[in-house]
């Protein structure tokens, strides 16, 4: 069975974005780019919520087509266009989008369906709305969250209170030179 995997980069304090939605106190650099990339490209799969889907679908599409294009926005660019998008949207209907599966009801049925199918771990990417509704559904099977040496004092939550316990078991853990620290949960079975 197919695994999601949640995709975060966090604050010490557990925020995944500011209380606007910013995200720039988040570290990124080619050291972070180069190992997230090795895992990425083991992945045929990509779960986004709306609004995070439509910024992905904004940028990736064409960035490797950009004059100034890095090797990461190259290959991420690559790797997007090739991947399986599920996008989680009460908003968004169905429609030409390629290699695109909209999912706006019954989210644990059709969730559940795409993870009997043939393929690797589906990656929910950011996406702090979604991440809540998997959650609140235990629908999620892991933690791949990146702790960056910050401290926000209030933003949006990874966790937001009210989840059931959960059980989390430590995989592997990873220290970059820029103070970043990755961490690779499962989720526990009761």
């Known amino acids: 069975m197919r695994k999601i995997i949640s995709f975060m980069h966090i604050s010490l304090d557990g925020f995944v974005a500011g209380p606007k939605g910013e ?4 570290t990124v650099n080619e050291e972070l780019f180069d ?6 490209n083991g992945t045929d799969a ?6 995070t889907y439509q910024m992905m679908e904004g940028y990736w599409t064409t960035a490797a087509d950009e004059p100034d294009a890095s090797k990461h926005d190259i290959n991420h660019s690559k ?14 209907k ?11 009801d019954k989210i644990a049925d059709k969730i559940n ?6 393929g690797s771990e589906i990656l929910l990417f950011g996406s702090p709305t979604a991440t809540h509704a998997l959650i609140e559904q235990n629908l999620i099977d892991g933690y791949w969250l990146f702790v960056n040496p910050v401290v926000l004092g209030q933003g949006i939550p990874l966790f937001k209170g009210g989840e059931n316990k959960t059980k989390l078991k430590l995989v592997s853990t990873h220290q970059f030179n820029s103070g970043v620290t990755e961490l690779n949960y499962a989720v526990e079975g009761e």
């Open 23 to 26: 995200m720039n106190w988040i």
């Open 35 to 40: 190992h997230v990339e090795k895992r990425i």
């Open 46 to 51: 990509a779960l986004y919520g709306r609004i």
């Open 79 to 92: 790797w997007y266009k090739q991947a399986h998008k599920i996008v989680l949207s009460e908003t968004m």
């Open 94 to 104: 169905a429609s030409d989008l390629p290699n695109t599966t909209i999912i706006s």
């Open 113 to 118: 369906e795409i993870k009997q199918q043939p």
